[in-house]
């Protein structure tokens, strides 16, 4: 069984954070060139879109692609009169944790924001939208009045003591929530930002239910920032799993800025402005873009702010300026171009942040800084660090490391998004995927009955979790493909939802350098001739 804290959990505050940067002196940055090994990244797209089919509990429709998966959940909610089936498990279990799900949205929702012409260009913009629908139609669900947000469904305790597929559970549905009594800013915070990111991905499309979302956002966010507490305070199963280690500020500014970017209403970017310094948004500089920690995403947008041409008060784009020295700190650290503090890389060049699910911090930061090297390009602007500046093309080219990284440009050989490539982790730490499909087997198996016959066999697993990325090897870039070694083999929806918009840039990217290749042979062809 596995240990009681399942996702990385921490005791450090803020300020142990900052210092928990490693100074690498020893490894200079380099930017790596054209690698001689060329990846998919449109298969690797497909293939990202697909895992979160694998991840949905409730009543799975008929053009389900993740076939060996079937309904499950059907009574979640019940217990407590309210109807919650639906949404997503988060990881390897069958909990549905609201924190992490609703990051796993926004994120969703800003890859197709940023890259929906490019995503739709690889052909995979209906499974993006679906992806994004599945987590924000159980939202709607589970904010059953302005101020009551159903924020979990089972636990982590009752669940780690059985290995299950989510189609047998047996363990509690409990429902949790927050509401007035017992507020729960953070993950009111970031259902507001999901819903409000997703609103303007349906705007065009889907008009009515874009404004639904939009008015559940503002309901979430007046919610959460007038009834203001910790989450884990009022849903205490949610502690050891989903701790809120930085607090709620963070979801604040998220919500706020998202909220902005919807409505365009000054409101919330005054809101974003005037809680810059209280809130830490325009203060903290933190190397690690999370579930739990938001600033760098929020300090992001806010630079991206004032790159547009739109005029900003004298005002405003000083503290907006204080926001983007706080999102190139971040940035910068991830480059290896700060003066003190960095960054770690492991000696194959991997972001290294911590051991536990380490993946989730290189996909963030690879988002982060292809989302921002693209709105730099779109300035005509640099990256401004203290070891100098750095180009568009330079921060592209580094998140394409990491990606070329994940896909198997590594020491192991090994690509760690699951059935990708010819390698991929075969014993993802995972109940449905170690369990034979409830299709070809259709026989209960009980909660420790799972434990006896499928966690410990060393067999692969039966289901491959396609698109899954999984947490990844440690600091000296080893890895070890082990059912019981969940700090590496088990993935998370927010670590595959980052990679989405990623995927679609890169491929962009190499679809433009076959075009040039092809019309330099052109070229020649013609001298040639
Ligand atoms: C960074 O370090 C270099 C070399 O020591 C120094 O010249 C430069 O002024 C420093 N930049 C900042 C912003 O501290
Ligand atoms: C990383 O993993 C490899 C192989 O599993 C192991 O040999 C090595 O000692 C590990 N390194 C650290 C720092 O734990
Ligand atoms: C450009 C930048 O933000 N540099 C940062 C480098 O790291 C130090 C120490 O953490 C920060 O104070 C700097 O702001």
Redesign the pocket.
Known sequence: MEANQKKQVRTQNPSTW?MA?VFLSSISFFFPSASCRSFNYKQALSHSLLYFESQRSGHLPHNQRATWRHHSGLTDGLEQGVDLVGGYYDAGDNVKFGLPMAFTITLLSWAVIEYGDLIAGAGEYEHALEAIKWGTDYFIKAHTHPHVLWAQVGDGGTDHYCWQRPEDMTTSRRAYKVDANNPGSEVAGETAAAMAAASIVFRRTNPHYSHLLLHHAQQLFEFGDKYRGKYDDSIGVAKGYYSSVSGYRDELLWAAIWMYKATQSDDYLNYVLENAYDFGGATW?IAEFSWDIKYAGVQSIASMLLMEEKPLKNKNQVILQQYR??A??YL??CLGE????NVRLTPGGLLYVRQWNNMQYVSTASFLLTVYSDHLRAAGQRL???KGQVSPQEILAFAKSQVDYILGSNPMRTSYLVGYGPHFPLRVHHRGASIASYKENKGFIGCTQGYDNWYGRRDPNPNVLVGALVGGPNSTDGFTDDRGNYVQTEACTYNTAALVGVFARLNRAQEEEAFSDEEEANLAFISDG
């Open positions: 900052l940067f500089a020295s706080k190139e700190h910068c650290a700060n003066n003190s503090t401004h660090c203290d």
